[in-house]
Each structure stands twice: as structure tokens, then as C-alpha cells.
């Protein structure tokens, strides 16, 4: 099955600075790579996607790139502000699995005012 | 648009008691639902995933089970609860959207 790892962590920078988070993937079938942002006591929202057929997407401040021969994407937070503090998880899901979503172990980031 | 609805948003259980949580979805049909489990500053473990109604997959053994008995309604249910199972339990629409979470803490 599936197998994603994210790192870092736990991630702290400045307010202004840039984020950036890492993930990697096993299966080469995974074809959906959603990124999620976690706040205290709720559920995880989705703030940006990308599919197999891309190699970037951008959102204002937020991008993901993806590398499929690598098999690795990342998610880049530029100009960060104290309102981007959450928890951060990847995740990638693949039809051949039954669409089933595999999480990273997510990353706490710290946005220091 | 689609949307999610899942409750309670905290529950406080006895060992041994059963366990009910529901999650409707609206603006959407025939979707794909899931249950997840996030332990405290943990990832999220997928316990549950059903494609229809009456279908129903589970991903690791346990004390829980789920059911699916209409296309906008997936349950997570218990017999009898274990301190284990004590978390947060989330329902998730379509790989994309997620409720808002139940606390469940079993005593």
C-alpha cells in the first residue's frame, strides 16, 4: 500500500518568512496529492491540491510542487503570518488503492510574531 | 455545494457503553464517506471507507464498527467502548472535505 512520510515535524519561523514542508510518496500509482490545514479542536481543511499531470499550482501565498519521478511534493508558505500557526498534513491518494487517502504525519508550524 | 455535518463535538463515554456517531452529507450523491481517528498531536489512521450504500471496507481490526444505510449517511458505531478508543473521530466526504470532528473520551 501507500506510504507517506512528512517532514519536518514541527516547523517555527518568523512572521514574514517563508515555510516550506516536505513529503514523500511510495506507490507510483497515487495520482491526487491534497494538502490540509489543521487548527486546535477541528477537523482538517483542504487549502490546496494538485494532480499528477502538474507540476506546480499556486494559490496567493500558498504553492505546491510536485515531482512525480522523485516521488515527492512540497507545500511553500511565503510571507507567513501568525494566523497560518495550525498543523499541516499531506497526503496522496491513488484510484488503483480504492481512493483511499494516505496521510502524512503532519507538521506543527509556528508562525513568531 | 457539498457539504459535511457530523456530531456530537464531544462526547464523554463509560468503558463498556456503546457508541453512535453520525455524519450526513448534503450536496452531493452517491459519494465517498470515510471515518478517521487522529490521536492527541497524532496523524490521522483511516478506520472506515464506503463507495455506496451497504458497502463498506475496513482498514484495521478493532472495536468499532460502520455502516452505510443511505447513500448521505455513514455511522460509526460501538457495542461496547474501550478506553482505547478514546480520540478524535472524523468523517470525511469525497477525499476533500472533512466535519468538524467528535472528542470522544472514553472513562
Known amino acids: 500500500g501507500e506510504n507517506v512520510e512528512q517532514h519536518p515535524s514541527t516547523l517555527s519561523v518568523q512572521e514574514g518568512d517563508s515555510a516550506v514542508i516536505k513529503c514523500t510518496y511510495s506507490?507510483?500509482?497515487?495520482?491526487?496529492f491534497p494538502w490540509y490545514k489543521q487548527e486546535l479542536g477541528k477537523g482538517p481543511q483542504l487549502i490546496i491540491d494538485?494532480?499528477?499531470?502538474?507540476g506546480e499550482k499556486k494559490d496567493q501565498r500558498i504553492a505546491v510542487t510536485l515531482n512525480k519521478t522523485a516521488k515527492h511534493f512540497s507545500l511553500h508558505i511565503t510571507e507567513t503570518q501568525p494566523e497560518d500557526s495550525a498543523v499541516y498534513f499531506c497526503?496522496?491518494?491513488?484510484?488503483?488503492?480504492?481512493?483511499?487517502?494516505?496521510f502524512g504525519g503532519g507538521t506543527r508550524v509556528l508562525v513568531k510574531p | 455545494s457539498q457539504t459535511i455535518h457530523q456530531w456530537p463535538a464531544t462526547l464523554v463515554q463509560p468503558v463498556g457503553s456503546p457508541l453512535s456517531l453520525e455524519c450526513t452529507v448534503e450536496?452531493?450523491?452517491?459519494?465517498?464517506l470515510y471515518w478517521y481517528r487522529q490521536a492527541a498531536g497524532r496523524g490521522l489512521q483511516l478506520l472506515f471507507y464506503?463507495?455506496?450504500?451497504?458497502?463498506i471496507s475496513s482498514e484495521v481490526p478493532q472495536n468499532l464498527s460502520a455502516s452505510r444505510p443511505q447513500d448521505r449517511q455513514f455511522i460509526l458505531s460501538s457495542k461496547k467502548l474501550l478506553l482505547s478508543d478514546s480520540g478524535f473521530y472524523l468523517c470525511?466526504?469525497?477525499?476533500?472535505?472533512f466535519g468538524q470532528g467528535t472528542r470522544l473520551t472514553v472513562v
Open positions: 497526503a496522496a491518494i491513488s484510484k488503483a488503492a480504492g481512493n483511499k487517502l494516505t
Open positions: 506507490d507510483s500509482a497515487s495520482n491526487y
Open positions: 494538485i494532480r499528477s499531470n502538474v
Open positions: 450536496g452531493t450523491s452517491n459519494p465517498n
Open positions: 464506503s463507495v455506496g450504500i451497504g458497502q
Open positions: 470525511a466526504l469525497n477525499e476533500a472535505f
